[in-house]
């Protein structure tokens, strides 16, 4: 009989290099997407509900990364948003490991976005759309439901056909593979 080999799941042992959250992202994830498109916003309209003086704020593009994400990723209360910035490391990675509390995110959402967010989530789209369409020009007849045409564009943008496939399927479309050259 052989002797029975059981890999060390010591927790507690100290690392002499801690892994960068850089490196345990993907590159092809959608959270780098959220991250490069709402980077190249124009974020002016928010920005102008700023007063200036009083306490330093979160940085509006992070905030708006967060909540473009969680909103991507269907999670709409800002206490589970809160408790995703501890523990899932897309959250941690987009933030930079900052934490804005429940409060803060309700906040951001219903203040400064009020009246700006119809503008960014427009530019988004357009930005993603028109990078997409020029690969899978039939992007609307496949995708029949409006609200999944933002999260299949962004899995095309990746590159990742197979999930923008299933999301065209099941809102009764059909397959984004035939659109591929």
């Known amino acids: 009989m052989a002797k029975l080999a059981i890999k060390s799941d010591n927790r507690k042992q100290n690392l002499f290099l801690p892994p960068s959250l850089d490196e345990l992202v993907p590159e092809n994830h959608m959270v780098r997407v959220v991250d490069a498109v709402i980077d190249r916003l124009d974020i002016s309209q928010i920005l102008s509900t700023y007063r200036g003086g009083g306490n330093s704020a979160f940085n509006p593009k992070m905030m708006l990364k967060l909540l473009v994400f969680a909103y991507l990723s269907n999670v709409y209360s800002s206490r589970r948003i809160e408790e995703l910035l501890r523990r899932d490391i897309y959250f941690m990675w987009l933030s930079g490991m900052k934490r ?82």
Do not use: W
């Open 100 to 181: 804005p509390d429940f409060r803060t995110i309700n906040y951001y959402r219903g203040k400064r976005l009020k009246n700006g967010f119809d503008s960014v989530f427009t530019q988004v789209v357009e930005l993603l759309h028109e990078e997409v369409r020029a690969e899978h020009p039939m992007i609307e007849e496949i995708v029949k439901r409006p609200s999944e045409i933002l999260k299949c564009t962004m899995y095309l943008y990746i590159g990742a056909v197979a999930q923008a496939t299933n999301i065209a399927e099941s809102c009764g479309g059909g397959s984004v593979d035939n659109d591929l050259p």
